[in-house]
Each structure stands twice: as C-alpha cells, then as structure tokens.
C-alpha cells in the first residue's frame, strides 16, 4: 500500500519553488534541516500547492511539518480519516433516525461534507490525529539558493519516505478493520 508519493508533475513543484524562494531564505545556511523541510514541504502540499506534488492516501486529510519548539527536531502533524469508535458502532440507539452520516466520498476520496449536506442532515465524522518526531537522516542543509529547486525536491522525497514508514501500518490496520466489518 502506498500512503505518500510524489506526483509525476515535478516541473510544477520546482517552478513553486522558485515562485516561493523568499519563504526558504531564512532557512539557507540553517546547520539544522528542519526549517528548510518544512518549507519545501508546505510549498508541495495543499493549500500552497493544490493539487500537491506530494499525494497521499485517501483516508490522509493534511499533513503538517513543523520545528519542535521542545528540541528543535521535526514533527508531523498527520490527520487521518477514522472509523467510528467501537461504543458508537455497537448500538445505534443515539442514532434515533435522524439520518445521520459519516464521511462523504467523492470519486473515493474522502471531502468535508458541503454546506447543503450540513443544513439537511447531521455528520458525525472521526479522524485521528497522529503527531510524531521524523528523522533528520537523508535532509538536505542547503548553504546557497543556487540549488534551491533540487534540495526542496530532496527533502519532501526524504519527508515523503519518513511519513510513509510511520503512516502505512496505522493507515493498513485501519482499512483492515473496516474491511472486517
């Protein structure tokens, strides 16, 4: 199963590199990787990039990249699509046929329900939030803008690897359990 992985469209990416190479420049010469990969990571996801250069999973609302302010290191901040927890799901007397839904689906991706879906019927919808330190190993520390386009594409292909060796077994214990029900 892939949960991370980069869209083919790299020239798309690399020019909102060079469009965005004011966001990096407090970053270059930085002896920590950290900064410079959370900001080549923003400009490859949503809303900076939309369609992203990184995609992901279906059940993968956002991803975040940020300093720790703890020790400096970089954390994820993963949303994910949930199953209902087991105590709602055994009974369904709270339900009381008021036509509640889940998560709606589009093409089979889960979207936000729309304002129409909201004013005619209540959602309840779980997500989990997964937060985790990432390895620093494989980051780039650029020291000049020359190569800014190629250490931004190295470092999100880094964070894509990281993500997806945290991400995948929640993401395939999760589609298990669903496909058991």
Request: glycine share 6%.
């Amino acid at each position: 199963m892939k949960t991370f992985w980069l869209d083919r469209d790299r020239d798309r990416y690399l020019s909102a590199v060079q469009d965005r190479a004011a966001d990096f420049a407090g970053t270059i010469g930085d002896i920590a990787p950290v900064g410079f990969a959370c900001v080549a990571w923003a400009a490859a996801t949503p809303p900076l990039l939309d369609p992203g250069y990184v995609r992901w999973h279906r059940r993968v609302l956002s991803v975040l990249c940020q300093r720790n302010p703890f020790d400096g290191g970089l954390t994820a901040r993963v949303e994910l699509v949930s199953p209902l927890p087991a105590p709602l799901t055994a009974s369904r007397t709270w339900w009381r046929d008021r036509g509640w839904r889940g998560w709606p689906e589009l093409f089979g991706q889960f979207v936000q329900p729309t304002a129409q879906d909201l004013s005619l019927h209540p959602h309840l919808r779980g997500t989990l939030l997964l937060e985790t330190p990432l390895p620093l190993d494989g980051l780039p520390t650029p020291t000049e803008d020359r190569h800014l386009d190629a250490a931004a594409e190295r470092a999100v292909a880094v964070l894509v690897r990281h993500l997806d060796d945290v991400v995948r077994p929640v993401l395939e214990q999760l589609d298990t359990d669903h496909a058991a029900r």
